[in-house]
């Protein structure tokens, strides 16, 4: 007699679903190697969702070259501002910075996060210009009292690894924007990819049934309805990880490959993106912001790292043809 099969109870992908080790996520990918040199991050806080109006531009879509209806997500993205960089060496126990330069111009709230460190001596860019390692990476922080529906002072610190194709471009780009503030488009523009990396809405503790979508038991089961039949065999006498239990839900690290960026809004009182009553749980957009095609990770006013794209992309247009976007209300007003 043939064996029974059944499809499995719950799906494995993103296992283990562990609870994310920070609210922000680090980048740990390394620096793509482009022709020209520039920043190879950015970061920016979620606004909310609305839908737009577009002519597809996927080739093998149903409706390429008709005009569709899809969902588009806000990332409000004030400017960030440099106040150091980094030089890195790979070694058998992984990277080590070789040399460090810390310039002015940071913001009067950067105390708030760490000691601010005084400026560097002229020497130290010539330290830096010597020392060994062939990884850039400038320390940046946002400003977040140029948003004022996050509610935050104090700024995050991070990293960005700078692209470019040889050691003296980077070099040289890092020192232009020491101390200065870089906008997003120095990331990307209408029409290309970016990568968001971000922390998901957290759920807290879960149960089976919740967690993993598994079958309800019968109703006439002995104990309870909301449970799994059984945590595996006699042998292995131990309970693998392919059983659906109960746990952490929610608040995961994810990474949204290759997303459009279908408009660059630099000045929201000029280009209004803002709908009618504010965004649900954000408020009034009042810096600039990136329109995506499709949904993010997070709820509203999470912060989160963008990046260049890693896997291979369709060929980038130069500029998405944006019918309509909808700045109708969200709230029923």
């Not at 793509?32 to 979620?46: N, R, S, V």
């Not at 569709?68 to 960089?85: C, D």
């Not at 922080?141 to 700024?155: A, C, F, M, W, Y």
């Not at 700078?162 to 232009?176: H, K, M, N, P, T």
Request: aromatic fraction near 8%; proline fraction near 8%.
């Amino acid at each position: 007699m043939a064996r029974r099969h059944r499809p499995r109870r719950g799906s494995l992908a993103f296992s283990p679903r562990s609870r994310a080790a920070r609210l922000f996520p680090r980048l740990r990918r390394p620096a793509t190697h482009a022709k020209e040199p520039g920043l190879d991050g950015f970061a920016g806080y979620k606004v909310g969702m609305t839908h737009a109006f577009i002519v597809d531009y996927r080739k093998r879509s149903t409706t390429a070259g008709q005009e569709v209806q899809v969902p588009v997500t806000v990332v409000e993205v004030p400017p960030i501002r440099v106040v150091g960089i980094r030089r890195y060496e790979q070694t058998p126990y992984g990277r080590r910075i070789t040399a460090e330069v810390w310039g002015d111009g940071a913001s009067d709230d950067l105390w708030r996060r760490l000691p601010v460190h005084p400026p560097s001596a002229p020497s130290a860019l010539e330290q830096l210009a010597a020392a060994p390692g062939d990884e850039l990476r400038l320390i940046a922080h946002t400003q977040p009292r140029l948003v004022s529906s996050v509610g935050e002072k104090s700024p995050t610190v991070f990293e960005i690894p700078v692209r470019g194709d040889s050691i003296e471009s980077r070099l040289r780009y890092a020192r232009e924007h020491l101390g200065k503030e870089v906008a997003v488009d120095e990331l990307a523009k209408e029409g290309e990819f970016v990568d968001v990396i971000g922390v998901t809405k957290g759920f807290g503790f879960q149960g089976h049934i919740q967690r993993w979508g598994v079958k309800l038991q019968p109703r006439k089961n002995s104990k309870h309805r909301r449970m799994i039949g059984t945590l595996g065999p006699h042998n292995p006498s131990f309970v693998t990880y392919r059983i659906p239990q109960a746990g952490q839900q929610g608040f995961h690290r994810r990474t949204q490959f290759n997303m459009r960026v279908l408009k660059v809004i630099k000045d929201p009182r000029h280009d209004p993106v803002t709908p009618a009553g504010g965004f649900p749980g954000y408020g009034e957009v009042r810096t600039g912001c990136l329109v995506l095609h499709g949904s993010l990770p997070g709820p509203a006013k999470r912060l989160l790292r963008f990046a260049t794209p890693r896997r291979s992309v369709v060929a980038s247009v130069e500029k998405v043809d944006l019918r309509y976007l909808s700045v109708a209300s969200k709230q029923g007003a």
